[in-house]
């Protein structure tokens, strides 16, 4: 009888077919096609201590990594959380502060080692209405120019009912408000039906 060999064999296809569908998540977060995506599993690996269960989807503006750019650290990130993160100014300075000095020690390790003295993070936010805050982040960038950088952050909450999910959407950019690059990301979109 065949039956018993089959078994092991679809069992087997269908493990494969779970892993990759979870493999290829799609990125939430709807932009031009030309912007690089990325997801990430909390808790995030360089940022451990920011105690939040959920996804971090990533898209960076085409010339994020170019020095010289227009949109050069200009990205955008949604946070979807298992549970509320209590918002507030003081509490995003906090978040903000360990999340990008985690980035700098994973990315900076050999200058950190050399004694290169590089700035810690320091974020300032203001609250705007209840579910927008606006802010900057005094940080360094371990990745492009290996200087500081001084970011401005506008970050836009919300909580999504039928998915049972708190959407944190961080805008980020050295570009003053006024730079086109801002019109761009207000056009950012979530790909989640909420209500």
Request: net charge negative.
């Amino acid at each position: 009888m065949n039956f018993p060999k089959t078994v092991p064999f679809f069992f087997i296809l269908l493990l494969f077919l779970q892993c990759k569908t979870h493999n290829s998540q799609q990125n939430l977060l709807i932009t031009e096609e030309n912007w690089r995506s990325e997801i990430i599993d909390f808790p995030l690996e360089f940022a451990p201590s920011l105690e939040y269960f959920g996804t971090e989807h990533i898209r960076f503006a085409p010339g994020w990594g170019k020095k010289n750019a227009a949109d050069y650290f200009s990205y955008a990130f949604l946070w979807i959380l298992d549970q509320d993160p209590e918002l507030s100014s003081k509490k995003l300075e906090s978040d903000m502060e360990t999340y990008f000095d985690g980035l700098i020690k994973v990315i900076s390790k050999e200058e950190l080692k050399s004694n290169i003295d590089i700035t810690k993070s320091k974020a300032f936010f203001e609250k705007v209405n209840d579910s927008v805050y606006a802010g900057k982040i005094l940080t360094y960038d371990p990745f492009t120019t290996r200087k500081d950088v001084n970011l401005n952050i506008i970050v836009t909450y919300r909580y999504c009912t039928l998915e049972k999910k708190h959407l944190a959407l961080f805008n980020i950019s050295p570009q003053a408000p006024e730079h086109q690059i801002w019109k761009k990301m207000k056009k950012i979109a979530i790909d989640l039906t909420c209500e």
